[in-house]
């Protein structure tokens, strides 16, 4: 059996029906060795400055920004519909779709007020029409294809144009439910005209997606009701990059779900308010309901925000058991074999398996420990609240990765 530990994970599907506990030792057995080398990591850059005085860029870890530029007062983008290779963990390569080169696509960032104009591409084999999730815009411009448009065709492109007249957590996504499947959504985040008070000194974005990839296979399987792969902005645990902030600093987590699941979204060591969802804002006292656990649920966004006054390396995950792994496959038949466990009913059920190399050499890994990993797989991240030299520190690592 292949002892490499991303030959494993990526080929786990193979080996469903002879899983034993024999085996299940072996795998637990393999981490005495010596660690392998990192995967090698993209680092995108810093996101651009708002515009607006005291609101913060938001930071969406593992997606880009879709840049623009001005037509007069007009902010022009042009957004590509196209099939997209990539991978959620190093060496799980997957055939999706989405938009200009990623899943999800890259995030719309604006201010309320501005005045949009998208060019959409089909670059697609079939027909499509992107919706923009939460916004209210005049019916010809919202994407519904035999409603308010016709859809776009392949090799086609239509132009949409519209003021935003609100700010909050929104979201594009395709109108054709099997292509939401394969991937095609992504962040349209509208700050407001003045920051929301309590201003917050860091901003992050996460999208929320389930997938479900058979056996020897890289291409979803679209038509599931349940899922083996589940992501945070198109990475799983433990390849998914941890959000790094000083302590005392205050928070915003924005959370959207495209997914066919609700999410309980718990966030350890913290204590937050839900602030917004997909209609904007919350109006009212935000802190009247403190929690650490929020349902996402599907088509929804949440905006959590607090103070991070307790330093460590704290978990946001999904807290569905089945959505904490990677490559969950059935078992045909009963559990059984040998080990230190074979006398108990039930066993094995879970392993210890540190893959620190998954997670890559990016800088916000920086001070970790030796098999951090072995707890984070599937819809899970870390929201790392450090003192500020450390974040200074992992600050140059950043700007040194990114100028290679």
Not at 72 to 79: A, C, D, E, Q
Not at 139 to 151: E, K, N
Not at 216 to 244: D, Q, R, S, Y
Not at 340 to 353: I, N, R
């Amino acid at each position: 059996m292949d002892r490499n530990r991303r030959s494993f994970l990526t080929g786990l599907a193979t080996l469903a029906g002879a899983v034993t506990a024999n085996r299940a030792a072996a795998q637990q057995a393999q981490h005495v060795h010596p660690p392998a080398a990192p995967a090698k990591s993209v680092v995108l850059p810093d996101p651009a400055p708002t515009g607006v005085a005291g609101v913060v860029p938001v930071v969406t870890p593992d997606t880009p920004r879709l840049p623009f530029v001005r037509d007069g007062n007009i902010k022009v983008f042009t957004l590509r519909a196209e099939p997209v290779k990539t991978e959620f963990l190093p060496g799980r390569v997957v055939d999706a779709w989405g938009f200009n080169g990623s899943v999800p696509g890259p995030t719309i960032e604006v201010n309320e007020g501005d005045r949009v104009r998208i060019i959409v591409e089909n670059h697609l084999p079939e027909a499509f029409a992107p919706h923009w999730h939460g916004l209210e815009v005049p019916i010809g411009q919202d994407g519904v294809p035999g409603l308010s448009q016709p859809p776009i065709p392949p090799h086609g492109s239509h132009t949409y144009e519209f003021t935003l007249k609100q700010n909050g957590t929104f979201f594009y996504h395709s109108h054709m439910p099997m292509q939401e499947m394969m991937g095609m959504i992504g962040f349209f985040i509208v700050h407001p005209k003045t920051p929301h008070l309590p201003r917050v000194d860091r901003d992050f974005g996460i999208i929320l997606q389930g997938w479900d990839i058979k056996p020897h296979n890289t291409v979803p399987n679209t038509l599931a009701m349940e899922f083996n792969w589940l992501t945070f902005n198109g990475k799983a645990g433990p390849a998914t990059t941890p959000m790094i902030v000083k302590r005392g600093e205050r928070v915003r987590i924005r959370m959207v779900n495209l997914s066919m699941d609700h999410h309980p979204i718990h966030l350890h060591g913290n204590t937050f308010y839900v602030t917004g969802t997909e209609g904007g804002r919350i109006t009212g006292d935000v802190g009247r309901e403190p929690g650490n656990t929020v349902i996402v649920g599907v088509a929804q966004s949440r905006d959590v925000e607090f103070v991070a006054h307790n330093p460590g390396d704290w978990m946001l995950h999904c807290h569905l058991p089945h959505h904490m792994m990677n490559q969950m496959v059935s078992m045909v038949g009963p559990m059984h074999g040998g080990g230190p466990g074979a006398a108990v009913p039930g066993y094995p059920q879970d392993m210890w398996m540190p893959m620190d190399e998954l997670a890559g050499d990016k800088p916000e890994l920086h001070g970790l420990p030796r098999d951090w990993s072995g707890a984070m797989m599937g819809m899970m991240t870390l929201v790392r609240v450090v003192e500020p030299d450390v974040f200074d520190h992992i600050t140059k690592l950043r700007a040194e990765a990114v100028a290679r």
